[in-house]
């Protein structure tokens, strides 16, 4: 769910939009409090192998933040970032059990059951209402984001999914292209500044920030409070009023 934040309006509202893009990670449905789960088991694994003050979770995020580029986002880059760092902290000593284990983590990440949130159908329903086209625009795992889609049912409510690796200003950039739509027409809804808000804007769109609880350190950023086409919602279904404003 949503984090605790005072909603806040666009300076002017936004005026002849197209198309909606929703994040779906922790905007429609909980995946980070997952990953977080599994982070505290991990470091309780790796306990024995380490100094009394050294913290597990600090190098297993240096791991994770330098395969990006080469791993993306998902489970199966987390999986492989907490091999790395279980053999790089162990010193190579970490036994095939610890491995095992941490595959076992994995695969229960990935066969989670996925609902989504609260109040989202209804907000999605309200949307489709607005004419506006609508479009879910995540980044990760192909097989992964498909996956959890499909499991969420909310695939009826909108018109397209866009899967990106990265959430950066050229993936941005290629979206629009392809849906044929001017940035200043676009609006973007999400939980992370880093990824659904500040290109977004800097492309010239519109963008809806629903802050969530739980918040990987990678998508921190500072809010662009005083940005005059950027709001707070403290839900999805406050984001849609905005949009109808």
């Not at 994040?23 to 991990?42: H, M, V």
């Not at 100094?51 to 993306?72: K, P, Q, S, Y």
């Not at 279904?237 to 905005?242: C, N």
Request: cysteine-free; glycine content about 8%; proline content about 5%.
């Amino acid at each position: 769910m949503s984090a605790e934040v005072p909603t806040s309006w666009f300076v002017e509202a936004p005026r002849n939009l197209d198309l909606v893009g929703l994040d779906a990670d922790d905007t429609l449905w909980e995946t980070e409090g997952g990953f977080q789960d599994i982070a505290s088991r991990f470091e309780a694994l790796m306990a024995p192998y380490l100094l009394a003050d050294a913290v597990a979770g600090a190098h297993l995020d240096d791991v994770e933040r330098r395969n990006l580029a080469v791993f993306g986002y998902g489970v199966k880059g987390f999986t492989l970032s907490m091999i790395e760092t279980a053999i790089m902290l162990s010193d190579g000593a970490v036994g095939g059990d610890d491995i095992a284990r941490i595959l076992d983590w994995s695969r229960e990440m990935l066969g989670n059951a996925l609902e989504p949130y609260p109040g989202v159908t209804e907000a999605l329903a309200l949307l489709a209402r607005t004419g506006l086209r609508r479009s879910i625009i995540t980044k990760g795992d192909l097989f992964e984001q498909e996956t959890k889609v499909a499991a969420s049912g909310l695939s009826e409510w909108v018109d397209g999914v866009e899967i990106l690796p990265e959430k950066d200003l050229a993936h941005y950039n290629a979206v629009l292209r392809r849906w044929g739509v001017d940035p200043a027409r676009f609006v973007m809804i999400g939980n992370s500044v880093r990824s659904d808000i500040l290109p977004v804007l800097e492309l010239g769109g519109w963008a809806i920030w629903v802050p969530s609880v739980n918040q990987w350190i990678h998508e921190v950023a500072e809010p662009p409070l005083d940005h005059p086409r950027f709001a707070v919602a403290a839900s999805l279904g406050s984001a849609v009023e905005l949009i109808g404003r």
